[in-house]
């Protein structure tokens, strides 16, 4: 069974930084992309960043600049360094996982983590 297991959320002042981690367990064959969403009560899920395993980033237009992606292949876990914090930046962090179950293009699947609450506040 796959699962993500995100941490580091938290409350932090307008200006400040934290760290979002999120690691992929389970029996997978590959891992696609892994990134995060956001979402506040009343509104739909929001992109922020994701990465491809083998290589690359992206960006919403909104985080451009203050936050940054990584990821550890060999822990399948994924960073999302995040500072300069807004508070418009409030939201629930949802982790996702883009995979293939097996060596089958049929077997691919995408997982969400249960979320992560960051709170920009003074």
């Known amino acids: 069974q796959v699962q993500l297991l995100e941490s580091g959320g938290g409350l932090v002042q307008p200006g400040g930084s934290l760290t979002l981690s999120c690691e992929l367990s389970g029996s997978i064959f590959n891992i696609v992309a892994m990134g995060w969403y956001r979402q506040t009560p009343g509104k739909q899920r929001e992109y922020v960043a994701k990465t491809f395993m083998t290589d690359g980033n992206d960006y919403a237009d909104s985080v451009k600049g203050r936050f940054t992606i990584s990821r550890n292949n060999a822990k399948n876990t994924v960073y999302l360094q995040m500072n300069s914090l807004k508070p418009e930046d409030t939201a629930v962090y949802y982790c996702?996982?883009?995979?293939?179950?097996?060596?089958?293009?049929?077997?691919?699947?995408?997982?969400w983590g249960q979320g992560t609450q960051v709170t920009v506040s003074s």
């Open positions: 996702f996982a883009a995979v293939y179950l097996t060596n089958s293009a049929s077997s691919r699947r995408d997982y």
